[in-house]
């Protein structure tokens, strides 16, 4: 039995008709918490190269520089996927409201202790205990707006919730683009550029510690949750179960399922997408060589760069994903999953490919974000839509969340395909045109999406699934 009071399809009020100012409460906090975690992501993008090359014995090689980028890389998406399992089970045992606290906390102590680093070592340990608390966050907000929001608001809050992660992206690209002129001034100016800037990058990271005092002041657990709990409790119904998540066919496949479709989207996003600033740091090494720019400024103009291309590349997703949610709401979730998921795969490839000038930055970047990171709308739209109230952190925790494992390994597929790739070049030429067809390979991962689309339900308009009435 749902607990619609009105179907979303066939209301004609706008989506914000009578909400109440703690239902915008709510909304703010699950926004800000998740705005906060991607902004944090992307700090550790750009603060990752900076921090190894700091953190190595001086004079470590530059492949040796990359592999332990690489590594932190994947220790901290193993992190992220694995406190997303965890916290995701969580939320639905204990609340929604408590872990969303923990997990925020998390992330950011462990942020601000990442600047402390002595060694590499240490630094990925950081690393990963940031991840178990950033993976928890996504399942925890989401379960959060759809279960304490009405339902005809539900899918258009969602979709706006993850529209606003572009607005973290675009701060951490901002903040690229100020460190970047800073250390170009400096060496202007005439002094030495700062060689642990990336310690501040991780400081800023470790300011939404802040927020877990609200949350925890005035966040209470939804109705909808707190109601649901009572009842198990005289049923025996199981929360935040994996055993009831997969023991159940009903809920089993919608999971596998939703997995699968998720693995798709993370996967091409980590394991190609946010590789953009290498291909970007290439062409504007060429540039900056062509131009005979003082050797001292070429860190700083390759980090302003960096940042550029993520507040395009984010300008574009925060579109794509505002347009997601409003052409699902008219036509459907599957038809518009179809659509991205094809779209993903020609927009990544054409970058890939393609881009090979700065202007370039301005035109290719920002359409292949709005193409990759629409999906992830439609995941927040979408996944809530497949599980009941007492698995829905649960399952939608799992299905965002298992790519991350496979996601954690791109560093070291990519690595391998591109050096059978690059097999016998010596130029750097030929070194970067392995890296692209590498990307461009797989890329193809974004087409196994529509694999598991073909098998899952239409959601539009339906009520939210529960476990008293039997799926149709």
Same mark, same amino acid.
Not at 128 to 149: K, N, Q
Not at 251 to 258: D, M
Not at 302 to 309: A, D, E, N, V
């Given at each position: 039995?749902?607990?619609a009071t009105?179907?979303?399809?066939?209301?004609?009020?706008?989506?914000?008709?009578?909400?109440?100012?703690?239902?915008?409460?709510?909304?703010?906090v699950a926004?800000l918490?998740?705005?906060?975690?991607?902004l944090?992501?992307?700090?550790?993008?750009?603060?990752?190269?900076?921090a190894?090359?700091?953190?190595?014995?001086?004079?470590?090689?530059?492949?040796?520089?990359?592999m332990w980028?690489?590594?932190?890389?994947?220790?901290f998406?193993?992190?992220?996927?694995?406190?997303?399992?965890?916290?995701?089970?969580?939320?639905?045992?204990?609340?929604?409201?408590?872990?969303?606290?923990?997990?925020?906390?998390?992330?950011?102590?462990?942020t601000?202790?990442?600047?402390?680093s002595?060694?590499?070592?240490?630094?990925?340990?950081?690393?990963?205990?940031?991840?178990?608390?950033?993976?928890?966050?996504?399942g925890?907000?989401?379960?959060l707006?759809?279960?304490?929001?009405?339902?005809?608001?539900?899918?258009?809050?969602?979709g706006?919730?993850?529209?606003?992660?572009?607005?973290g992206?675009?701060?951490?690209?901002?903040?690229?683009v100020a460190?970047?002129?800073?250390?170009?001034?400096?060496?202007?100016g005439?002094?030495k550029?700062?060689?642990?800037?990336?310690?501040y990058?991780?400081?800023?990271?470790?300011?939404?510690a802040?927020?877990?005092?609200?949350?925890?002041m005035?966040?209470?657990?939804?109705e909808?949750w707190?109601?649901a709990r009572?009842?198990?409790?005289?049923?025996?119904?199981?929360?935040?179960?994996?055993?009831?998540?997969?023991?159940e066919?009903r809920?089993?496949?919608?999971?596998?399922?939703?997995?699968?479709?998720?693995?798709?989207g993370?996967?091409?996003?980590w394991?190609?997408?946010?590789?953009?600033?290498?291909?970007?740091?290439?062409?504007?090494?060429k540039?900056?060589?062509?131009?005979?720019?003082?050797?001292?400024?070429?860190?700083?103009k390759?980090l302003?760069?960096t940042?550029?291309?993520?507040?395009m590349?984010?300008?574009?997703?925060?579109l794509?994903?505002?347009?997601?949610?409003?052409?699902?709401?008219r036509?459907?979730?599957?038809?518009?999953?179809?659509?991205?998921?094809?779209?993903?795969?020609?927009?990544t490839?054409?970058?890939?490919q393609?881009?090979?000038?700065?202007?370039?930055i301005?035109?290719?970047?920002?359409? *292949? %974000?709005?193409? $990759?990171?629409? @999906?992830?709308? =439609?995941?927040?739209?979408?996944?809530?839509e !497949?599980?009941?109230? &007492?698995?829905?952190?649960t399952?939608?925790?799992?299905?965002?969340?298992?790519?991350?494992?496979?996601a954690a390994?791109?560093?070291?597929? *990519? %690595?391998?395909? $591109?050096?059978? @790739?690059?097999a =016998?070049?010596?130029?750097p030429?030929a070194? !970067?045109?392995?890296f &692209?067809?590498?990307?461009?390979?797989?890329s193809?991962v974004?087409?196994v999406g529509?694999?598991?689309?073909?098998?899952?339900?239409?959601?539009? %308009?339906?009520p939210?699934p529960?476990?008293?009435?039997?799926?149709?």
């Amino acid at each position: 039995m749902s607990s619609a009071t009105t179907n979303p399809s066939t209301d004609t009020h706008s989506w914000r008709h009578g909400l109440t100012s703690y239902h915008w409460f709510v909304f703010t906090v699950a926004c800000l918490a998740w705005l906060f975690d991607c902004l944090d992501q992307q700090l550790f993008i750009i603060a990752r190269n900076p921090a190894i090359a700091d953190l190595l014995p001086k004079g470590s090689a530059t492949d040796l520089q990359k592999m332990w980028g690489g590594y932190s890389t994947s220790i901290f998406v193993a992190g992220w996927a694995t406190g997303g399992l965890v916290f995701g089970a969580m939320g639905d045992r204990i609340g929604r409201a408590k872990t969303l606290t923990l997990t925020v906390l998390l992330y950011s102590v462990f942020t601000g202790l990442s600047a402390f680093s002595q060694t590499v070592y240490d630094f990925c340990f950081y690393r990963f205990v940031t991840g178990l608390g950033v993976g928890g966050v996504f399942g925890l907000s989401v379960a959060l707006v759809a279960d304490a929001l009405p339902d005809r608001s539900r899918s258009n809050a969602l979709g706006l919730l993850q529209s606003l992660s572009a607005v973290g992206n675009v701060m951490a690209g901002l903040i690229a683009v100020a460190v970047g002129y800073s250390q170009v001034a400096a060496v202007q100016g005439g002094a030495k550029p700062s060689g642990d800037f990336w310690k501040y990058l991780f400081w800023i990271g470790a300011a939404p510690a802040f927020l877990c005092v609200f949350i925890q002041m005035r966040l209470k657990e939804p109705e909808k949750w707190r109601v649901a709990r009572e009842a198990g409790r005289l049923t025996g119904a199981k929360f935040g179960s994996y055993a009831s998540l997969f023991g159940e066919a009903r809920w089993r496949t919608p999971a596998l399922l939703g997995m699968m479709l998720c693995v798709s989207g993370v996967v091409g996003l980590w394991g190609v997408g946010f590789f953009s600033p290498e291909l970007v740091g290439d062409v504007i090494g060429k540039q900056l060589k062509a131009e005979n720019l003082p050797a001292g400024q070429v860190p700083g103009k390759r980090l302003m760069w960096t940042g550029i291309t993520m507040i395009m590349q984010n300008l574009g997703a925060f579109l794509g994903m505002m347009t997601f949610t409003k052409l699902a709401q008219r036509f459907g979730r599957k038809p518009i999953f179809a659509m991205s998921f094809v779209a993903a795969f020609l927009s990544t490839v054409a970058v890939f490919q393609f881009l090979s000038q700065p202007w370039h930055i301005f035109v290719l970047i920002p359409i *292949m %974000g709005f193409c $990759q990171l629409a @999906l992830f709308a =439609g995941f927040a739209i979408y996944l809530p839509e !497949l599980f009941p109230t &007492r698995l829905r952190s649960t399952g939608v925790s799992f299905c965002y969340n298992v790519g991350r494992f496979i996601a954690a390994s791109g560093p070291f597929t *990519m %690595g391998v395909l $591109q050096a059978k @790739l690059a097999a =016998g070049a010596v130029t750097p030429e030929a070194k !970067l045109e392995a890296f &692209r067809n590498a990307c461009s390979w797989v890329s193809l991962v974004f087409l196994v999406g529509l694999i598991a689309l073909y098998f899952l339900p239409e959601t539009k %308009g339906r009520p939210m699934p529960e476990d008293a009435a039997p799926a149709t």
